[in-house]
């Protein structure tokens, strides 16, 4: 079994500028890897990198919408050529996470979801993994959530885009695994970040329900998606792994 190193690995990262992305990359980056921080926001991206390149560490930020099948074409190339003509590790972690009723729910947040959540990542592993087949080696680590797992009231339309996910997560590893690309997914529970703030005591509330009786941290998540794209990992094919406090598990 190896070690959770990631010396000299070129990681693309969606979604990295805050939260569980941004906890990521980080550690990415203090294990050795070249990260690609994607996302929309240049100015959180570049506080990223920046943190990144004071502790010693290679990063770059690469502005994604991440809107259409072009827009992920296009970070796929740029991220290629900024990783000198390769891409070893996807961490797909962008998402949004609208809650509500489901007759409330207006059609233009079932298209932002699925276009995001589900879409975004079909079309950059559909650019990259072909790739990392072609050279017998790689790794994709999907971001997907608890409530994938079991109905929740309000989530309906988030929970059946990260249930998508799990599900080609799976297929992936059918497809690329023969040729060395692992692809596993993470399924977090209720996460202290940036974006769940809004939240307040729900989160809190949310997260009693568990084992762990708390919410996780970014770094906690960080660690296990860390762990899937290192060769530590290196018999792990086609997992769902809760990151979720036992939530899934009682």
Same mark, same amino acid.
């Given at each position: 079994?190896?070690?959770?190193?990631?010396?000299?690995?070129?990681?693309?990262?969606?979604?990295?500028?805050?939260?569980?992305?941004?906890?990521?990359?980080?550690?990415?980056?203090?294990?050795?890897?070249?990260?690609?921080?994607?996302?929309?926001?240049?100015?959180?991206?570049?506080?990223?990198?920046?943190? *990144?390149?004071?502790?010693?560490?290679?990063?770059?930020?690469?502005?994604?919408?991440?809107?259409?099948?072009?827009? *992920?074409?296009?970070? &796929?190339?740029?991220?290629?050529?900024?990783?000198?003509?390769?891409?070893?590790?996807?961490?797909? $972690?962008?998402?949004?996470?609208?809650?509500?009723?489901?007759?409330?729910?207006? @059609? @233009?947040? /079932?298209?932002?979801?699925?276009?995001?959540?589900?879409?975004?990542?079909?079309?950059?592993? &559909?650019?990259?993994?072909?790739?990392?087949?072609?050279?017998?080696?790689?790794?994709? /680590?999907?971001?997907?959530?608890?409530?994938?797992?079991?109905? /929740?009231?309000?989530?309906?339309?988030?929970?059946?885009?990260?249930?998508?996910? $799990?599900?080609?997560?799976?297929?992936?590893?059918?497809?690329?695994?023969?040729?060395?690309?692992? *692809?596993?997914? *993470?399924?977090?529970?209720?996460?202290?970040?940036?974006?769940?703030?809004?939240?307040?005591?729900?989160?809190?509330?949310?997260?009693?329900?568990?084992?762990?009786?708390?919410?996780?941290?970014?770094?906690?998540?960080?660690? &296990?998606?860390?762990?899937?794209? @290192?060769?530590?990992? @290196?018999?792990?094919?086609?997992?769902?792994?809760?990151?979720?406090?036992?939530?899934?598990? /009682?």
């Amino acid at each position: 079994m190896g070690t959770v190193d990631l010396t000299g690995r070129v990681a693309l990262l969606t979604g990295a500028t805050s939260g569980i992305g941004a906890a990521t990359a980080s550690l990415f980056a203090e294990r050795g890897a070249h990260v690609l921080v994607a996302g929309r926001d240049a100015e959180r991206g570049d506080k990223v990198v920046a943190a *990144v390149r004071e502790r010693g560490g290679k990063a770059d930020f690469l502005a994604a919408e991440l809107r259409d099948a072009d827009s *992920v074409r296009q970070l &796929a190339r740029r991220a290629t050529e900024l990783g000198g003509g390769r891409v070893d590790i996807i961490v797909n $972690n962008a998402g949004i996470f609208p809650f509500g009723a489901t007759a409330e729910t207006p @059609s @233009s947040d /079932v298209d932002a979801v699925y276009d995001l959540n589900v879409k975004a990542p079909f079309y950059l592993v &559909a650019e990259l993994a072909p790739g990392m087949a072609e050279r017998g080696q790689g790794a994709i /680590v999907n971001v997907s959530t608890m409530v994938a797992e079991y109905g /929740v009231v309000g989530m309906a339309l988030y929970g059946s885009s990260k249930a998508a996910v $799990n599900l080609l997560t799976k297929a992936w590893a059918a497809e690329f695994g023969p040729r060395g690309v692992r *692809v596993n997914a *993470v399924e977090p529970g209720p996460t202290r970040t940036e974006g769940t703030a809004a939240m307040g005591e729900d989160l809190d509330v949310l997260a009693a329900q568990a084992p762990a009786g708390r919410p996780g941290e970014a770094r906690e998540i960080a660690e &296990a998606i860390a762990y899937l794209a @290192s060769d530590a990992a @290196s018999f792990v094919q086609g997992a769902i792994l809760p990151v979720d406090g036992g939530r899934t598990a /009682v």
